[in-house]
């Protein structure tokens, strides 16, 4: 077969770092961006957003409640941490780092590359992601 490198079952499928002998799996996100490099690999985070209906006749958000406390949802391939950010978060390197802290097996080295972004997921739009950039 003149392909066979192609077909290594051995061969990782995802850049993350892998924890032990563990197999990671990609995230879903979107195919590709003009940067390189397969966003589906890439670390994102999305705040929680689930609505509930309160006695008043008042939509409550737990969301919206964790979000006031900066809680959000790490998710690097098919791991989900809750994390906790700093009151007002100034640049993404902040992000960055709340992934490093949540996934002992991401680097502080590893994250910093400038080929890994990170995605916020629109919750309401299904599996729509948006690169976080600094602004």
Request: charged content about 20%; cysteine-free.
């Given at each position: 077969?003149?392909?066979a490198?192609?077909?290594d079952?051995?061969?990782?499928?995802?850049?993350?770092p892998t924890?032990?002998t563990?197999?990671?799996t990609?995230?879903?996100?979107p195919?590709?961006?003009?940067?390189?490099g397969?966003?589906?690999?890439?670390?994102?985070?999305?705040?929680?957003r689930?609505?509930?209906?309160?006695?008043?006749g008042?939509?409550?958000?737990?969301g919206?409640?964790?979000e006031?406390?900066?809680?959000?949802?790490?998710?690097?391939?098919?791991?989900?941490?809750?994390?906790?950010?700093?009151?007002?978060?100034?640049?993404?390197?902040?992000?960055?780092?709340?992934?490093?802290r949540?996934?002992?097996?991401?680097?502080?080295?590893?994250?910093?590359?400038?080929?890994?972004?990170?995605?916020?997921?629109e919750?309401?739009?299904?599996?729509?992601?948006?690169?976080?950039d600094?602004?």
């Open positions: 077969n003149d392909h490198e192609y077909a079952p051995r061969r990782p499928s995802s850049t993350l924890m032990g563990r197999p990671i990609p995230v879903r996100g195919a590709q961006t003009q940067f390189g397969s966003p589906s690999t890439m670390p994102r985070w999305e705040p929680n689930t609505e509930h209906f309160l006695k008043n008042e939509y409550a958000t737990p919206r409640q964790l006031q406390m900066n809680v959000v949802f790490l998710q690097a391939n098919d791991e989900v941490k809750r994390a906790i950010l700093p009151p007002e978060v100034h640049s993404l390197d902040q992000v960055k780092m709340a992934f490093v949540a996934f002992p097996n991401i680097s502080r080295h590893y994250i910093e590359q400038p080929s890994i972004k990170v995605y916020i997921q919750p309401s739009k299904g599996q729509l992601f948006y690169e976080l600094d602004p």
